[in-house]
């Protein structure tokens, strides 16, 4: 399945309830799309169920909760690879432990 493989909010055009566009399609390819619905959630696990019901298909949560904890890592090491510190507050480690 074709999977943005970085979705996010900023990442997403609409025009009322109509999605318009996306951006931002460099990591794009052959991927899970429950991937995507966990990066387009990941902080906002608030909206977690209005995302999955527009889905419109049966969605495994704790595949959703699993991804959210590899996008955490995946950031972690993004972040100290590029001289950030993945410690500060509302970064990699911290999202990690909210989520535990």
Do not use: K
């Not at 990442?11 to 899970?32: K, M, P, S, W, Y």
């Not at 972040?79 to 909210?98: I, K, M, N, Q, W």
Request: glycine share 12%; charged share 20%.
């Amino acid at each position: 399945m074709f999977a943005h493989g970085d979705l996010q909010i900023t990442h997403v055009f609409a025009d009322g309830n109509e999605i318009t566009g996306l951006i931002d399609r460099f990591e794009a390819g052959q991927g899970d799309a429950l991937f995507d619905l966990a990066t387009l959630t990941l902080g906002h696990a608030e909206h977690l169920d209005d995302v999955v019901a527009g889905y419109g298909t049966d969605v495994d949560l704790d595949v959703i909760r699993a991804w959210w904890s590899v996008r955490c890592l995946l950031a972690i090491r993004w972040l100290t690879e590029h001289g950030f510190d993945p410690f500060a507050p509302g970064c990699g480690v911290d999202v990690l432990r909210s989520r535990m």
